[in-house]
């Protein structure tokens, strides 16, 4: 089972240091967000240890980001929802916080016409939103990558994300080291 509670005014807080650090378009539209804490409880209504929220995957999430339908804006008066999950948002230090929204909020853009020219909410005068998936997910079976290598999917999207963007996650170097007989050969030679 889960309960949800309104978010208290430190997560608004944080949101709104976000958007303005980060989401210079989300602020100029001044959309107005729900945030929604969810935790997952047992049947005694004490907090389990199950993950509250999960991805389309069926992975555990830490926050997810909607659109609200107009017919919901109604009785929301909201566009945008957030829903987090209570105690594993408890266990995180702020900047981790900041981290979370800052992600959920660069999953929303303006929808664009085939043109390139934003579309236009006629009710409201203002951009339609739309979300957009993540860039990146490494997800996939360790036992695949020793089955498969190369041909895994696995290898291949952890590999690209290595090669092309190693310095992000801390990596040294963002080319594979090349093999032994490609190397110069060594001119410290005293003959
Ligand atoms: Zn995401």
Not at 3 to 28: F, Q, R, T, W
Not at 123 to 128: A, E, H, N, V
Not at 166 to 191: Q, R, Y
Request: glycine share 6%; no cysteine; charged share 30%.
């Amino acid at each position: 089972m889960k309960i949800y509670e309104l978010a208290d005014d430190s997560v608004h807080d944080l949101l709104k240091e976000a958007i303005s650090a980060y989401h210079n378009m989300i602020g100029k539209l001044e959309i107005k967000f729900g945030l929604i804490r969810v935790t997952s409880v047992d049947k005694k209504g004490e907090p389990d240890e199950k993950p509250a929220l999960k991805s389309s995957s069926g992975h555990a999430a830490a926050a997810q980001i909607s659109l609200v339908s107009k017919k919901d804006q109604l009785s929301k008066n909201y566009e945008v929802e957030i829903l987090f999950d209570g105690p594993m948002w408890d266990g995180m230090t702020d900047k981790k916080r900041l981290a979370i929204l800052d992600h959920e909020l660069t999953h929303i853009e303006i929808a664009k016409d085939k043109d390139g020219h934003a579309k236009i909410d006629d009710l409201t005068g203002k951009p339609k939103l739309k979300l957009i998936p993540d860039q990146f997910h490494l997800w996939g079976f360790l036992d695949i990558a020793k089955r498969h290598g190369e041909d895994s999917s696995e290898v291949a999207n952890m590999r690209s994300m290595a090669i092309n963007h190693g310095h992000l996650f801390g990596l040294e170097t963002g080319t594979p080291p090349a093999p032994k007989d490609e190397l110069a050969p060594d001119s410290s030679s005293d003959s």
